[in-house]
C-alpha cells in the first residue's frame, strides 16, 4: 500500500513538472516562427579577379573603382580626397594623408579588398602598411604580413596595438585581398564612460580573424589606448607612406 502511495505520489509530481515545463501540447509548428521575414537581399557576385563579393544591393557603394566622390582628405581642412584612381583600384598617396569617407556610420558590415605593392621595399612595419580605421579612430592593420616578421599586435588581421590576429592568412604582395568585418559602436553613458565597447569581427581572405573582439580604446602607435566618447564616425584609410591600393568598398549599416 505504501510503496503504492509513493508510486503514484511520484507520477503526480512528475506530471505537475511537465505540466509546468510543458503547458500546452507541444507540436513541430509550436517552435516555427514565421515572421517577421528577413528582408530579400539580393547579393553581389565574385569580383572580376580575386575572391571579393561586388556590392549587394543593399549596400552603400564607397568605391567602385571609378572615383573618389565618397571620400575626403583626413587633413585638417578637408578638401579632395588626395588619393590616386587608376585601373579600378584607389591607391595611397604617400605624405598626401589620410582619407575618409563623407558618411559617417555606427554599426555595419564593410566589405573592402586591398594590396600591398608588388615590389617588396622596406620590411617590418615599412611594407605595405596602412589602415582601415572604425569610426576613424580603431585601426584594424593593413601590412604585407607575407614572411615579414614583425610585432603580432601590428600584422595584417590585427586591432592595432591590442589584439593579433587568430592566424595569418595572407596572400603575396600584390594580390588582393579581402576584409570583411562586422563591427558595432561603444555606447557610453552620460559621464562620458564606456558601458559598451566596440566590438569587431574580421575575416581576412574568407579566414577568421578576429572573432567578436573588445576594441579597448584608440589604437595609438605609442602608449596606450585612450578611450574618448564618440558618435557616428567615417571610415579612415590611413597614409603610411606605401602605395598600398583599395578596391571594392561597401558598406550595410546594421
Ligand atoms: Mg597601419
Given amino acids: 500500500m505504501k510503496k503504492l502511495i509513493l508510486t503514484a505520489f511520484s507520477l503526480a509530481t512528475a506530471f505537475v513538472a511537465h505540466a509546468q515545463l510543458q503547458p500546452t501540447k507541444q507540436t513541430p509548428e509550436s517552435s516555427e516562427l514565421w515572421t517577421p521575414v528577413p528582408r530579400l537581399v539580393t547579393p553581389g557576385k565574385p569580383s572580376a579577379v580575386g575572391s571579393g563579393f561586388t556590392a549587394p544591393s543593399d549596400a552603400i557603394v564607397l568605391f567602385d573603382g571609378k572615383n573618389l566622390d565618397s571620400w575626403v582628405s583626413g587633413n585638417e581642412g578637408g578638401g579632395p580626397a588626395p588619393w590616386t584612381v587608376a585601373d579600378g583600384a584607389l591607391t595611397c598617396a604617400p605624405k598626401k594623408g589620410d582619407i575618409v569617407t563623407k558618411q559617417s556610420f555606427s554599426d555595419y558590415q564593410l566589405h573592402i579588398e586591398w594590396r600591398a605593392p608588388a615590389k617588396v621595399d622596406g620590411n617590418g612595419q615599412g611594407r605595405g602598411n596602412s ?54 559602436a561603444p555606447h557610453f553613458n552620460k559621464d562620458g564612460q564606456m558601458v559598451i565597447p566596440p566590438y569587431i569581427t ?53
Fill in 202 to 254: 574580421v575575416l581576412l581572405n574568407g579566414v577568421l580573424v578576429q572573432n567578436h573582439t573588445a576594441i579597448q580604446g584608440t589604437t595609438p602607435y605609442v602608449g596606450q589606448p585612450m578611450i574618448t566618447p564618440h558618435g557616428p564616425g567615417p571610415i579612415k584609410l590611413q597614409d603610411h607612406n606605401n602605395t598600398t591600393s583599395f578596391r571594392n568598398v561597401w558598406i550595410r549599416e546594421i
Fill in 131 to 184: 589602415g582601415i580605421f572604425m569610426q576613424g579612430i580603431y585601426e584594424l592593420q593593413v601590412l604585407d604580413s607575407y614572411n615579414n616578421p614583425t610585432y603580432v599586435n601590428g600584422q595584417a588581421g590585427s586591432i592595432y596595438k591590442q589584439t593579433m590576429p587568430l592566424v595569418n592568412p595572407v596572400v603575396g604582395p600584390g594580390e588582393w585581398q579581402t576584409y570583411d568585418v562586422v563591427y558595432t
